[in-house]
């Protein structure tokens, strides 16, 4: 799954943020349905969010500011579309 190879590759205390209309306790059903232990994670943290990626008002409320890096990735199934915004801690700071 997808966040288990981003905590094989983030530093600790990075944190992988959820931003998509799936209300976050279906969201962390489809996950864990999924295969995703979601306790089990050491180096990342789950962050959701719920809003639309395309609508600006929606995006302008994330802190952006605070993050040290930013990727974005939209990941499409028919149960769960997902917009996922990655907040990764830099290593040695």
Same mark, same amino acid.
């Given at each position: 799954m997808f966040s288990q190879v981003l905590e094989a590759l983030l530093a600790p205390g990075s944190? %992988?943020?959820? +931003? !998509? /209309? *799936?209300? /976050? @306790? /279906?969201?962390e059903k489809k996950l864990t349905d999924g295969g995703l232990d979601i306790h089990g994670l050491e180096n990342i943290t789950l962050v959701h969010r719920? =809003? !639309?990626?395309v609508i600006k008002r929606h995006l302008e409320n994330l802190p952006l500011e605070t993050f040290d890096s930013v990727s974005c990735i939209t990941l +499409?199934? *028919?149960? &769960?579309? %997902?917009? *996922?915004? &990655? @907040?990764v801690t830099?290593? =040695?700071s």
């Open positions: 944190e %992988l943020w959820m +931003f !998509n /209309e *799936v209300p /976050e @306790k /279906e969201r719920e =809003g !639309n990626a +499409f199934s *028919v149960s &769960l579309s %997902l917009t *996922v915004i &990655l @907040k830099a290593c =040695g």
